[in-house]
C-alpha cells in the first residue's frame, strides 16, 4: 500500500517551453501533497506543500508564478514548471500523506527534468 | 525552525561490515522521526520510523531509537550488505498550523563493498 506515481519519470525540452508534472496517489486519498526539488550531492529541498482544494504554501525563495502547483483531487497534484530554463534542470520528487497516517510521506519515483 | 543534521558521507564499509549513520535534530515540538533511503535513480522510501520517546524502528535489519534525551535517532545495522549501497535521509515530521512539515537532512551516502 501507499504507493505514489510520477509522470513522466524523464523529461527533456527546450529553453522557454513550460513543462508539466503528475504526482498521483494509487491506493489512498492524500491528505497533504509535498513538492522537493533535489540537487546534486543529494540535497532535498522543499518546494511547497499543498492540500487538496486549496491553495500550495510555498518555501521562501521558491517563485510560485514560476513552479505553478494545483492539488485539484485527493489523489492528483501537478507541479508546471513555467517557460523553463536550463537553471531549472533538476530532479523533481512529490511525496504524499494519507489520512490515517497524516505524519508520514511516500515518495514518487522522481521526474528528471532536462532543460536544452 | 526545526532541523536535523546527519553525519557527512560518503560511508565506505565492506560487506557483514556494523553500520551507524548519526543523526540528530532540534525541534520546537514532538515531532515523529524517520529514515529513508534512495537508491540510485529512484525517489525515496521509507525505511523506518519513531513516533515518540524510546521507541525503536525498525526494517530489513535496520534499527533506529527514538532519544529525547539526547534528541538524536541514529540508524544501526548489524551487518551491511552490498545491496543496502544507497543515500539515507533522517527526517522528522512536527506540526505547523495544524499540518505535519517535514525536515530533512541532507543525506548520508552509503558504499558497500564486497
Known amino acids: 500500500g501507499a504507493v505514489v506515481s510520477q509522470h513522466p519519470s524523464r523529461v527533456i525540452c527546450k529553453s522557454g517551453t513550460s513543462v508539466k508534472i503528475e504526482c498521483r496517489s494509487l491506493?489512498?486519498?492524500?491528505?497533504?501533497m509535498f513538492w522537493y526539488r533535489q540537487f546534486p550531492k543529494q540535497s532535498l529541498m522543499l518546494m511547497a506543500t499543498?492540500?487538496?482544494?486549496?491553495?500550495?504554501?510555498?518555501e521562501q525563495g521558491v517563485e510560485k508564478d514560476k513552479f505553478l502547483i494545483n492539488h485539484a483531487s485527493l489523489t492528483l497534484s501537478t507541479l508546471t514548471v513555467t517557460s523553463a530554463h536550463p537553471e531549472d534542470s533538476s530532479f523533481y520528487i512529490c511525496?504524499?500523506?494519507?489520512?490515517?497516517?497524516?505524519?508520514?510521506?511516500?515518495f514518487g519515483p522522481g521526474t528528471r527534468l532536462t532543460v536544452l | 525552525g526545526d532541523s536535523v543534521t546527519q553525519m557527512e558521507g560518503p560511508v565506505t564499509l565492506s560487506e557483514e561490515a556494523f553500520l551507524t549513520i548519526n543523526c540528530t535534530y532540534t525541534?520546537?515540538?514532538?515531532?515523529?522521526l524517520f529514515w529513508y533511503v534512495q537508491y540510485p535513480g529512484e525517489g525515496l522510501q521509507l525505511l523506518l520510523k519513531?513516533?515518540?520517546?524510546?521507541d525503536k524502528g525498525s526494517n530489513k535489519g535496520f534499527e533506529a531509537t527514538y532519544r529525547k534525551e539526547t534528541t538524536s535517532f541514529h540508524l544501526e545495522k548489524g551487518s551491511v550488505q552490498v545491496s543496502d549501497s544507497a543515500v539515507y535521509f533522517c527526517?522528522?515530521?512536527?506540526?505547523?498550523?495544524?499540518?505535519?512539515?517535514?525536515?530533512f537532512g541532507r543525506g548520508t551516502s552509503l558504499i558497500v563493498h564486497p
Open positions: 499543498s492540500n487538496e482544494g486549496s491553495k500550495a504554501t510555498y
Open positions: 511525496s504524499a500523506s494519507s489520512w490515517g497516517d497524516t505524519d508520514t510521506q511516500y
Open positions: 527526517a522528522l515530521s512536527d506540526v505547523e498550523g495544524g499540518s505535519y512539515i517535514p525536515t
Open positions: 525541534a520546537t515540538g514532538y515531532p515523529s
Open positions: 519513531a513516533t515518540k520517546a524510546d
Open positions: 491506493d489512498f486519498q492524500a491528505t497533504t
